[in-house]
């Protein structure tokens, strides 16, 4: 059974920040592609960071600039560091680990945990 866990969320004033870790059971960790979505009051869910296997690393427009994710194999662990925090970045952030096998996409999901930006 695979456990994906969230940890980091909170409460921040605009303009703040904090940063989310994620761990991840699946093995080895190093071949799945992580990524951290999220999904706001009343918006479905959507991409906020990935990276793959290999590295490479792509960011939702909204967050350019302010957002970084890193990933670290040997921990199994998945890192977003989040700056200048804004208010419409409030919503519930969910790590995801994904690998194809055999043309079928495996997707794992963690609970999500709630960032809040508000004065």
């Known amino acids: 059974q695979v456990q994906v866990v969230e940890s980091g969320g909170g409460l921040v004033q605009p303009g703040g920040s904090l940063t989310l870790s994620c761990t991840a059971s699946?093995?080895?960790?190093?071949?799945?592609?992580m990524g951290w979505y999220r999904q706001g009051p009343g918006k479905q869910r959507e991409s906020v960071a990935t990276v793959t296997f290999a590295g490479s690393t792509n960011y939702a427009d909204s967050v350019k600039g302010r957002f970084t994710i890193s990933r670290a194999n040997a921990n199994n662990t998945v890192i977003l560091q989040m700056n200048s925090l804004k208010p419409e970045d409030t919503a519930v952030y969910y790590c995801?680990?994904?690998?194809?096998?055999?043309?079928?996409?495996?997707?794992?999901w963690g609970q999500g945990t709630q960032v809040t930006v508000s004065s």
């Open positions: 995801n680990a994904r690998r194809s096998i055999a043309g079928v996409m495996n997707d794992y």
């Open positions: 699946t093995s080895p960790f190093s071949i799945y592609n």
